[in-house]
């Protein structure tokens, strides 16, 4: 998809950052304290829907989101290496290589 279609992957992660940010919004204080924003509600409300839970069960799992979608390259390793050790990949994956830098965003 990436190779054929670049523009389409560009657009879902344009749409994808902005859903991310949102989230951001709802969930997080101007200082980047997890805190109910007035969005919650209707954010909890959306994911309850669409994987048909209730709503407390998704508010008790609330979890964080890069604004920006950024990866940590060097996190993604560390999850790569621990999949690995667990028997829970046949190889040992590089998650520089996995990425493809036309399209990600990074944090050292």
């Known amino acids: 998809m990436a190779k054929d ?3 389409i992957v560009r657009r879902f992660l344009d ?3 902005k859903a991310g940010a949102a989230w951001d919004r709802a969930f997080m204080d101007a ?6 924003q007035p969005e919650a509600g209707n954010m909890i409300g959306i994911v309850a829907a669409t994987l048909n839970l209730p ?3 998704i508010a008790k799992g609330i979890g964080y989101f890069d604004p920006e979608a950024r990866l940590k ?3 993604l390793q560390d999850l790569l290496d621990w999949l690995y050790q667990q028997g829970m990949t046949k190889a040992k994956m590089d998650a520089y ?3 493809d830098a036309r399209f990600a965003s990074t944090v050292p």
């Open 5 to 7: 279609h670049p523009d």
């Open 15 to 17: 749409s994808f950052r």
């Open 31 to 36: 200082n980047g304290n997890r805190q109910d």
């Open 55 to 57: 709503p407390d069960a």
């Open 73 to 75: 390259l060097a996190d």
């Open 97 to 99: 290589s996995l990425i």
